[in-house]
């Protein structure tokens, strides 16, 4: 057991990019605004897409390359379409990300400077430790990260739970109007997280397997099922801490970031009391902040190498020319959108459900194909789970379409 906890890493990665705007902000806006109504969304949303993240680091342990390489073997037409669905949306992911931690630094530290600074100083400050520190500074962060969080969300909810007096009702919710389902889609999109995620977790297995030989597939499976578990308890404690605080309040969410992040940390005060502003405001803020950095490494590291795989040429500073690129990008969209963070936010979550059904699908046929080992490739179950999950995301997707 002691093995298997030193070799934690890839996976509490993984929900420290998963635990971000899908929780912190869709989740409670989701217990907002439909009470637990939304509840069937989220259990079913992580069940159909846990087999494909899984697959990241299920095939990178196994075979020692990324999903990135496993894409070029099935077809270099995948692989472009990766890279191109990836420079589509990864700078308007981290501008929703970064926009999200700099409401919650104005919050913590002081409105005394604009969101649009606190924005580049953020960015800075992850661009440097990604350059200095690398992938054992996230490795070794993130343990603290996810274990502060969860405690902190799940005595905010249980003493939410002790202060309300009315019994929330469990029946579930089915969205018919237009809007209401545009929040549903995007709801899903990023819960626990976008499925692109699944290249990130293979890439960092990769770089966790060249710092110990024990990270094997068993152990990475171990790994990331501790992280999956994290994601959904954690999802479903913002949802309730919203429908017990704000549902049926009269109180709605604003889509400015310095008045959402206040909002959110009212939210907790109220259930925590007063003593806990600052630590909640901490808490909320490093959850944020370990998803604006996991994302500004992630990306890049993914261009890179598909650049590399595409051109068939090794690039020596790839990874800080696509780093650079996404930080400069991120701060023009950030200025033309900064007032319309929930717009923002909306558009990226429905970019990723949209884009879903493609990561499902070739996901799905690399780890069932000849390129994966025999003994590491989907049980019966999984392939059922996996023909499930493939069925729900197209379904959704066109579902979605109909009503534009």
């Known amino acids: 057991m ?4 030193k070799n934690l890493g890839p996976g509490l990665l993984f929900a420290g990019a998963a635990i971000g705007v899908s929780h912190l902000v869709q989740s409670t806006r989701a217990g907002a605004d439909f009470g637990l109504g939304l509840l069937w969304a989220l259990l079913l949303v992580n069940l159909f897409k846990y087999p494909f993240f899984q697959f990241g680091p299920r095939y990178a342990t196994a075979t020692g390359e990324s999903l990135l390489d496993g894409y070029k073997k099935l077809g270099k037409g995948v692989l472009w379409t990766y890279y191109i ?81 009315s019994l929330l009702s469990i029946k579930q919710i089915l969205p018919k109007n237009n809007m209401e389902i545009a929040f549903l889609i995007a709801f899903m999109g990023w819960m626990p997280a976008p499925l692109d995620v699944s290249v990130w977790q293979s890439l960092w297995a990769i770089e966790k397997n060249k710092g110990t030989k024990e990270y094997t597939p068993k152990s990475a499976l171990f790994d990331f099922n501790i992280g999956y578990l994290s994601t959904i308890v954690i999802g479903i404690g913002f949802l309730l801490l919203g429908a017990l605080v704000m549902f049926n309040s009269g109180e709605s969410f604003s889509n400015s970031a310095s008045i959402f992040s206040g909002q959110l940390i009212d939210m907790y005060t109220k259930s925590l009391g007063n003593w806990a502003h600052y630590v909640i405001a901490i808490a909320a803020f490093t959850t944020m902040f370990s998803t604006t950095i ?32 996404l930080s400069l990008g991120t701060i023009c969209v950030f200025f033309f959108l900064a007032s ?65």
């Open 2 to 5: 002691v093995s298997k906890i």
């Open 85 to 165: 669905l990836n420079i589509a949306t990864m700078f308007t992911i981290q501008t929703a990300v970064t926009i999200v931690t700099a409401g919650l630094a104005s919050t913590l530290f002081g409105d005394f400077i604009s969101i649009e600074i606190w924005t580049v100083i953020i960015l800075v400050i992850c661009l440097s430790l990604l350059v200095l520190g690398k992938y054992k500074l996230l490795d070794g962060l993130m343990k603290i990260i996810v274990l502060t969080l969860t405690v902190s969300t799940l005595i905010a909810v249980s003493l939410a739970f002790s202060t309300e007096t």
């Open 294 to 325: 996991t994302t500004l490494d992630a990306s890049p590291r993914a261009m890179d190498r598909a650049t590399e795989l595409l051109f068939k040429k090794s690039f020596k500073k790839g990874y800080s020319f696509w780093i650079v690129v």
């Open 340 to 404: 319309e963070m929930g717009i923002l936010i909306k558009i990226a979550t429905i970019l990723s459900f949209i884009t879903a059904p493609f990561y499902a699908v070739i996901n799905y046929r690399l780890i069932s194909s000849v390129h994966t080992p025999k003994e590491w490739r989907p049980s019966t179950q999984l392939h059922v789970l996996s023909w499930s999950g493939i069925i729900f995301l197209i379904g959704f997707s066109i579902w979605y379409l109909t009503t534009l």
